[in-house]
Structures are given as structure tokens and as C-alpha cells.
């Protein structure tokens, strides 16, 4: 895979990419199929920034972060109680202990224990050499300086973090690629790191195209509608953390159309336009697109959403100069999220650096049928919620599924993925539900 901000050797054109892609056909293309031939083209950022720790939430991980150290650090109490050895515990009778000290979280001159003693110890207290296993104090009768220990209650080893259980020195804590969580946060500065080395964000241009478009503030002369989808774009990019550069609504002029191309090509590293591309299209979107860089124009056997641009466009196509990669979404508002979910969002994340699983999917019952045909992936927005009977999910479907009813989606926590070879769904077969609201 080529890099966008060093490339040493020429990236592979559309052609041989499609030569990789076995039934490839542009005309009637698969989703899969789609995906493949996307995951092959796009080049991934390679400069790298250090961050403070707080600031990488989100980021994406550059650089393997191996532990330095054990963590934890010696072995320790996970409970609050007397620690002791194992081997002095009566197997059916009370085990009777004397304290001979005890250990607090932090404290290095550690308590000792002879045979037939233990040492009172907090959570996170090293344990004392030879001692092996802590009784919760809750199960244990105190009397002065004694401590007795009902039989069962604990066996060897209970209780105690092994040095190194969470991290062994030399392990790899993280692996570039990883987008980083709370979770990631945490190991890091259990580490004590603090700064992480990160891709560089990825910047992405968006804009519309259309003469019947007009932006929010305008009036709306008949005939036009409100550019919507430049909204619902700059939601799905804003969480996935990318730069964004908002080029607005572009009228269907040559020189206008051109001269934002440009301007795109010239910033981003991937450009992502909506409406223009349909067959048969009377504006001059996809003659520009295939003017300035090298752009296929696919059927996708998808539904909705099924033209679709791709490839790759430059500020300067006969320079050597940078080029982006140009996703030209259809218009229809329920389309763009759709091929958004389906073909971009991941290519995106691919682009950052992200190391990408397939997105999670989950199996829910159709409360009624559904027509399918196969031949083609459908989306369907579907509103999932737990099943009656609490054990797994269910889905129904939102209203009419028109493309360009934007409502369908609004009201819809999922889309339902009806798959490439499947037909008709019956009421009560489980279907793959995408949950993307709960991606980010
Ligand atoms: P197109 O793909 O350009 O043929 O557009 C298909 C449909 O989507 C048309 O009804 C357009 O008016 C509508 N459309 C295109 N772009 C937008 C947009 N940015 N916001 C809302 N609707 C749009
Ligand atoms: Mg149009």
C-alpha cells in the first residue's frame, strides 16, 4: 500500500487494481466486490505526531508502545484482608493465625511473617516475601492479635496480582493501528507515558453538487431543495475524527466545478462530493471528475445508492504533484449515508492509519417479511430493540425506504443488511443488522 505524505513508488493504476479484483464489472458491481477494489486503492498517512496522552483519545496509534516494565510491578493484594501462605491452611478445620504487621498500598519496608502468621494488608499492598494468598477480611474472626480462618473460605494463591499479570516487560502493550479508547489511555500512562506517537489526521473535503441545492440561510426559490447532505456528511466524518474542510454547495458550472476539484485535490487526502453521478446526469460533475484525475464511474449492485465515483483526482494532473482520492456519493440524502456506511467509512479509517475490522453486525428477527431480490445488497433502516422475551433482538423496518427519504434513516438505529445472494426474509428469520449509531 502506497503512502500519501512520502510515496516511493508509483501506486497502482485503476486498471491493474481492477485486474485484482476477481469479477470485477463496473456495471453491475457487488458490494464486495466494491470494497475490495476501495481497500486496494487507498494510500495511508504516514507522518506521525506526538501527543499528549489526553489528546490521542481517538487518534490513531503509529508506533508499537512496548512496556518498559512489569505492571504491576511485584506481585500484590487484590483484597483487603491478612495475607498468608497457602500451605498453612487446614484442609476441614479452622486456620488459626497470629499478625505480625501489616501492609498498606505504597509501602516499600514490607511486614514479615513466620510460620503460623500472617500480615494484615490493603488492596494494592506488595505482598510480603514467602506469602502467597489473602483472606478477605470479611470472612475471617478477629480476635487481638489472632485471626481465625474458617476452613474453605480461601485456597492458595487467591487474591494475589501476579508481577506482570497486566503487562510483562518487552510485551507489546499496544499495536500501531489501534485507534485509541479510555481503556488504551489508561495502559499508557500505567506505563507512564506521556505522549504517544500518532498518525496525523486525515483531512477530507466534502461538498455538494447541484443546481437545485441551495444552503441553509438562503431562501428556497421553488424547485430547490436545502443541501441536507453536507450535514449528515459532516456527522458521520466528525465522528470519525477526521480534519474537515467544507467546500460548500457547488453550482453545475465547468469553471466552478473545476476550480473546487482543485482546491480539494490540492488539500485533502480524500474528497467526498454527493449527486452528479447518476447515469444519464445532464451536469458536467462527472466530466470534470474524469477531467482532472483518473475516475471510474460504477453501478453498484446495491440498493440504494447504486452510481458511485472513484479514484483518484490532482490539483495539477500533469505534475507530479499530490492527489487525493475522490468518492463521488450519489445525491439522494438516504444514498449518501448508506454508501457512506457501506463503501467509505472504513476506507477512511484504513487512510488514518486504523488497523479496520469488518464492521460488527448484529442478528436480529424480522418482525415481518421483507422482499428481496438477490443479485444485490439492500439496506434497509430498521429500528432494532430487545425481544420480548429479553433473549437476543428484533428489528422492524421505518416507514417508506424511498432514497431520498431522509426520515427513514432519522427514526432508524440500524440498517438492515440483506446480503448479495439472499431473497425474501421471513417473519421471524434473523438478518444482519448494521447498528451505526453505536459506530463512531
Ligand atoms: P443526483 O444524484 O444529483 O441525481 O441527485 C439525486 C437526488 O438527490 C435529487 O433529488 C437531488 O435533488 C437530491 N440531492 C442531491 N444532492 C443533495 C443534497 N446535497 N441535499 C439534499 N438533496 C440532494
Ligand atoms: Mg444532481
Same mark, same amino acid.
Given at each position: 500500500m502506497a503512502d500519501i505524505d512520502n510515496r516511493p513508488e508509483l501506486p497502482p493504476s485503476l486498471q491493474q487494481i481492477a485486474s485484482c479484483v476477481s469479477g470485477y464489472d463496473p456495471n453491475a458491481l457487488p458490494v464486495a466486490q466494491a470494497q475490495e477494489f476501495i481497500a486496494r486503492l487507498v494510500?495511508?498517512?504516514?507522518?506521525?505526531?506526538?501527543?499528549?496522552?489526553?489528546?490521542?483519545?481517538?487518534?490513531v496509534l503509529a508506533r508499537d508502545v512496548v512496556s518498559g516494565f512489569d505492571v504491576p510491578a511485584h506481585d500484590n493484594s487484590a483484597m483487603d484482608g491478612y495475607a498468608l501462605r497457602g500451605s498453612e491452611l487446614a484442609a476441614d478445620a479452622d486456620t488459626v #493465625?497470629?499478625?505480625? &504487621?501489616?501492609?498498606?498500598?505504597?509501602?516499600?519496608?514490607? +511486614?514479615?511473617?513466620?510460620?503460623?502468621?500472617?500480615?494484615?494488608?490493603?488492596?494494592? +499492598?506488595?505482598?510480603? +516475601?514467602?506469602?502467597?494468598?489473602?483472606?478477605?477480611?470479611?470472612?475471617?474472626?478477629?480476635?487481638?492479635?489472632?485471626?481465625?480462618?474458617? +476452613?474453605?473460605?480461601?485456597?492458595?494463591?487467591?487474591?494475589?496480582?501476579?508481577k506482570g499479570e497486566d503487562l510483562a516487560r518487552g510485551e507489546a502493550a499496544l499495536v500501531a493501528g489501534r485507534v485509541l479508547r479510555p481503556?488504551?489511555?489508561?495502559?499508557?500512562?500505567? #506505563?507512564?507515558?506521556?505522549?504517544?506517537?500518532?498518525?496525523?489526521?486525515?483531512?477530507?473535503?466534502?461538498?455538494?453538487? &447541484?443546481?437545485?441545492?441551495?444552503?441553509?440561510?438562503?431562501?428556497l426559490p421553488p424547485g430547490c431543495v436545502y443541501d441536507s447532505n453536507r450535514y449528515t456528511l459532516w456527522g458521520m466524518l466528525?465522528?470519525?475524527?477526521?480534519?474537515?474542510?467544507? #467546500?460548500?454547495?457547488?453550482?453545475?458550472?465547468?469553471?466552478?466545478?473545476?476550480?473546487?476539484?482543485?482546491?480539494?485535490?490540492?488539500?485533502?487526502?480524500?474528497?467526498?462530493?454527493?449527486?452528479?453521478v447518476s447515469v444519464g446526469e445532464a451536469d458536467h460533475t462527472k466530466m470534470v471528475m474524469a477531467k482532472l484525475g483518473d475516475v471510474l464511474f460504477w453501478r453498484i449492485a446495491m440498493r440504494p445508492?447504486?452510481?458511485?465515483?472513484?479514484?483518484?483526482?490532482?490539483?495539477?494532473?500533469?505534475?507530479d504533484g499530490h492527489s487525493a482520492i475522490l468518492f463521488g456519493l450519489p445525491?439522494?440524502?438516504?444514498?449518501?449515508?448508506?454508501?457512506?456506511?457501506?463503501?467509505?467509512?472504513?476506507?477512511?479509517?484504513?487512510?488514518?492509519?486504523?488497523?479496520?475490522?469488518?464492521?460488527? #453486525?448484529?442478528?436480529?428477527?424480522?418482525?415481518?417479511?421483507?422482499?428481496?431480490?438477490?443479485?444485490?445488497?439492500?439496506?434497509?433502516?430498521?429500528?432494532?430493540?430487545?425481544?420480548?422475551?429479553?433473549? &437476543?433482538?428484533?428489528?422492524?423496518i421505518t416507514g417508506a425506504q424511498g432514497s431520498g427519504i431522509l426520515r427513514s434513516m432519522s427514526e432508524a438505529n440500524g440498517l438492515v443488511v440483506l446480503h448479495h445472494a439472499q431473497g425474501n426474509v421471513a417473519a421471524g428469520e434473523l438478518v444482519d443488522v448494521l447498528p451505526f449509531d453505536a459506530l463512531t
Open positions: 494510500p495511508k498517512v504516514r507522518a506521525v505526531e506526538m501527543l499528549a496522552l489526553r489528546s490521542a483519545l481517538g487518534r #493465625l497470629q499478625v505480625a &504487621g501489616s501492609g498498606f498500598a505504597g509501602q516499600v519496608d514490607l +511486614a514479615t511473617a513466620a510460620a503460623g502468621q500472617c500480615v494484615r494488608i490493603m488492596t494494592g +499492598a506488595v505482598m510480603p +516475601a514467602g506469602l502467597d494468598t489473602v483472606v478477605p477480611q470479611e470472612f475471617v474472626k478477629v480476635d487481638g492479635d489472632r485471626v481465625t480462618i474458617p +476452613a474453605g473460605v480461601v485456597r492458595t494463591g487467591d487474591n494475589r496480582r501476579l481503556a488504551d489511555l489508561g495502559m499508557l500512562a500505567s #506505563l507512564g507515558q506521556a505522549e504517544v506517537p500518532v498518525f496525523r489526521r486525515l483531512r477530507v473535503a466534502f461538498f455538494s453538487t &447541484g443546481d437545485e441545492l441551495r444552503s441553509i440561510g438562503e431562501p466528525a465522528r470519525l475524527g477526521v480534519d474537515l474542510i467544507d #467546500l460548500g454547495v457547488v453550482r453545475d458550472e465547468p469553471a466552478a466545478l473545476e476550480a473546487t476539484f482543485r482546491a480539494a485535490a490540492r488539500d485533502a487526502d480524500a474528497v467526498i462530493t454527493s449527486g452528479g445508492g447504486r452510481p458511485m465515483a472513484i479514484g483518484r483526482i490532482s490539483s495539477d494532473k500533469n505534475a445525491g439522494n440524502p438516504v444514498a449518501v449515508m448508506v454508501t457512506f456506511y457501506a463503501l467509505v467509512r472504513d476506507a477512511l479509517l484504513a487512510m488514518s492509519g486504523a488497523a479496520t475490522a469488518p464492521m460488527p #453486525l448484529l442478528r436480529a428477527a424480522s418482525v415481518a417479511p421483507m422482499r428481496k431480490k438477490p443479485g444485490r445488497t439492500e439496506y434497509q433502516r430498521g429500528i432494532v430493540t430487545r425481544a420480548p422475551d429479553g433473549a &437476543g433482538w428484533e428489528v422492524r
